[in-house]
Every structure is written in C-alpha cells, then in structure tokens.
C-alpha cells in the first residue's frame, strides 16, 4: 500500500473539503499536462466533481483530507509532500485533481499543469456562504457587515475569492480586511490578476451551462454525469427575494471590491450596465431598491454619474491586466532566453499525444 492510499484510507470518502487525486489506467506522457480545477467554496464546484467523475470514468480517484482545522499547518509544504511521496507509477498516471486547495498543486507538480476555476458573482456568493450555516446567528445577511461584532473582520467575508486564488503565491493575510481599497490596492490589483494571467482559466458560474462546456471542452472530457447530478445545489435556507437599501449593498461591494473588479470585469465590464450596481434591478437571488429620481433629467444625471464610475472601474481593470500578461510575457521571455540550445545531433523529443490516444 502506498502512501497516498493509506492517506486515503484514513479520510472520508463523503468528505466534500478533500483534495481528490485521479490516475489514469496507463502511464501518461511526461509532457502530458496535469488538469486541475481549484474549487473556490460556494462557487458549484462539487457540480463540476460530478462531470469529473463522468469525464474520468475510467480513472481511479483517491480523496484525501486536507489539514484545515491545523492553525499551524503550512498547506504549501503539505501539498509539496503529498506530490513528493507519491509513487513513480502514481506520479506517471496523475491526470486530474480537484478540491478546496488544489491550487497549492500547480507549482507542487512536476509536469505542466492546466488550471481553471469557476467564479461567483461576489454579493451573491456572500449570501450563499452566510445562509448555508444560520444557526445561532440571530440577523440576517442585512445586518452583518454594519457591526463589527458580526463580521468580526475576517477574512472570509472579505474578497474572499480573491483570497483563495492567491493563496498559494502571496501572504494573503497582508490584504487587509477594509471597506473599499486600501492604500496597497494596485499593489494586490497587480498581484490578482499576474496570478490570474498566469495560471487559471475563468469560468463563470452565472453562465453555468457555457462554463461547463468550456471546462468539457479544456480538460477532454467527452461523458456527462446522470441529469440530476447536472444541477447546481440550492440552499432551502436561503431567501430568494432579498431586497437590499443602497448603503446596504454599498457596505458589502465595498467589503468585496477585489472580487467585484475581478468578476465584474470578466462578466463584461461595461456590458453590466442594467446589472443591480447600476439601476433598480434584480440581481443574482436578491434585489436593490433605489428611491425614484424626481425627474428625467434627474435620472439620467444619475446615469452618468454611475457610467462615469464604470468607465473609470473597467479602464483601471484593464491597464492592471495588460500590465499583467505585458509582465507574464516578459518573464517567459526571459526564461526562453535562458533555456539551453538543443545541440542540433540530438534526436527529436516526440510529441505529446493527443487527448484520442
């Protein structure tokens, strides 16, 4: 028995936090690319497991706990040593991996590696994260970010998915946990979206039917899992009708701000106009209610001004994400530039196979 199927033996197979780890039957190419899908809590990303385990009906998958009640525990490390204990043979059939962490797996690995993850509108993945445990809390979701006491600042309730795809890379302890950008925004601006340039493909679970075939289509899965494990999860806890004020929904985008300049812009940037930041609309499971403007005039100044704001939003967005992949190209640059020369007597390395092999 190795040391990943006693790892395995030891953890629960109903677990949902685990890292799941699937072999092929055969040893892969040593070319061959590694899929990962990083799972961000509250995004449908066991829905994606279910289309993992159709995609890969044939692997065999082993689920092991991870060590997150640890306060000491360097995930990085634990990550680095799980890849280092594995077998050759495991090493060598390793396809797939997916969980709460498998990001800590794209720079453990020694084998490319293909990453993407799913991303939820930010507002609405706060509500689904604070109505799927409401015991003992007492208030709603209304209520939370206006006293401390509630929030308690912590970071989870605080550009949470910005958090989590950085967390293999920076000390996400440094973001601070504030009410809009601090004084370091372009500073974790630049950082977001370097990482997200440089390892992760983006889906959207607002476009959850095209996120799924893009994710079919990224990892080469040609099964579907049974039509009821297709469907995304739905809280019975969970209000579908909340109405927000505008300080309200101002107090909780300004505790996301990172994760709405990320989401908003990968959602379309200057396309959401009619979304629920802009007017009195329905948004994602909840609503904003804005008082009528008095007149037209009124309420195209108030336009604007909220265009104004977009414009403002997506421009910076964009230059932060140019200058992301202008410094991903440079760096792959300087590391061509420094790989050594092929002597021209060396026999070709064959290509890696294609996914029908």
Known sequence: MTFLERMAGRSDPESRNGLDLYFAPTKQHPRRAINVFFHIQKTAGSTVRHYADAGLSEARRLRIDVPWDEPTMDLKRWHRTIVRRMTKEERGRLVFATGHSAN???EALDRPVVAATMLREPIDRVLS?????????????????VDEARHGYRPEWFNGQARRLLMPFYDVDELACTFGPAADADLWRQRLFETVAAHYHVVLQTRFAESIAYLQALFGWTETPPEELTREKVNPRRPRDLVFTEEQYALMRAANWLDLELYEHLAGGLENLDGPAFAD?????YRVERPEPASETEALVLRLERVVEAVVAESRTVRHRLEAIEHLLAVQEEQASTKPRKRIDEPPV???PTVDE
């Not at 445990?133 to 007492?138: A, D, I, L, M, N």
């Not at 609309?281 to 499971?285: E, L, P, S």
């Open 104 to 106: 800590y797996l794209i």
């Open 129 to 145: 994260r604070f109505y799927f445990s409401t015991k003992g809390r007492g208030y709603d979701v209304r209520e939370h970010y």
């Open 281 to 285: 609309a329905t948004g994602v499971g």
């Open 350 to 352: 064959a290509s890696p």
